[in-house]
């Protein structure tokens, strides 16, 4: 078995350059043989490591995590944060690394970005996993925000849910500092009820910014309707959601776009599955990809 460290490349597209960390597998295997599964991280502008999906899935494949174009360490001094942009930067890291297909996994704002991914590029798909995707683009996307809104109300207290408003407020207007703010109380009410243990660290959003939040969400209004898919798709499509998500009935039009997709509700669990629910969502990684 080898024992190689993750490695941290910046790759660049046209004038942005894109923070990346490359898992090697464990499976002791260095031949290019070796699959690989490309995470997607929420928000938009909100980056996450996902190390805890690394550990596991490197037990058989390449794992590869990058920040999303603006966010943390990825730049972005185009200021194009169109969806085009956005698939450009999977097919630059993708490229990069020499991948003519692989993996494709997406928890929330990047389960979406996962489907306007495969919905342009189907061809170069093994597998889908959506994470609690988010429900879709357009007015869907709209309609999702209301339920996140609602959600964020009735699981925190009203002087939280007021702070929530004002941080959301001047992070409209620019400010980082309030959406990194914005989003500890955010995660501290996704957790409240599912993982009160969990220590959010605050310092820890200080790679939050406000330009990929303020002008992605427009950018996602604006994007054509996802359609539903009537056909077998090329690539295989694993879909979960917890049983008490942040997403409301907006959800069943993301579970019916993909008839054919394997899905399941989790039950006790919010809507990061992997600190909720780790041990049942261990099980279905390790069934969906063969890890078993």
Request: hydrophobic share 35%; glycine share 6%.
């Amino acid at each position: 078995m080898t024992s190689s460290s993750p490695k941290v490349v910046d790759i660049p597209n046209d004038k942005v350059t894109l923070h990346t960390t490359i898992h090697p597998s464990k499976s002791g295997d260095e031949s290019s043989s070796v699959e690989s599964i490309i995470l997607l991280h929420g928000g938009p502008g909100v980056p996450e490591e996902m190390n805890e999906l690394a550990d596991i899935l490197t037990a058989k494949f390449q794992v590869i995590n990058f920040q999303q174009r603006g966010t943390g360490e990825s730049s972005n001094p185009s200021r194009d944060y169109s969806m085009e942009a956005y698939i450009s930067d999977i097919d630059a890291i993708a490229n990069h690394l020499g991948l003519t297909k692989f993996h494709l996994f997406g928890q929330s704002w990047g389960g979406l970005y996962a489907q306007i991914y495969a919905q342009a590029h189907p061809e170069k798909l093994y597998t889908l996993f959506l994470s609690s995707p988010s429900s879709g683009t357009n007015d869907l996307w709209k309609e999702t925000e209301k339920e996140v809104l609602a959600y964020n109300q009735r699981n925190s207290t009203g002087w939280e849910f007021l702070k929530m408003g004002i941080y959301s407020l001047r992070g409209a207007f620019g400010s980082d500092r309030a959406y990194q703010s914005l989003f500890v109380l955010v995660l501290t009410a996704y957790h409240r009820n599912h993982a009160p243990e969990v220590v959010i660290d605050p310092s820890s959003f200080k790679p939050i910014t406000a330009n990929p939040i303020n002008k992605t969400r427009p950018k996602i209004i604006e994007y054509e309707a996802l359609p539903e898919i009537e056909e077998t798709t090329p690539y295989r499509i694993m879909m979960t959601y917890g049983d008490a998500d942040i997403y409301g009935p907006s959800r069943e039009k993301s579970l019916a776009r993909y008839p054919n997709a394997t899905t399941e509700i989790i039950k006790d669990c919010g809507h990061i599955p992997w600190v909720h629910s780790p041990t049942r969502f261990e099980t279905l990684l390790k069934s969906f990809y063969s890890l078993e």
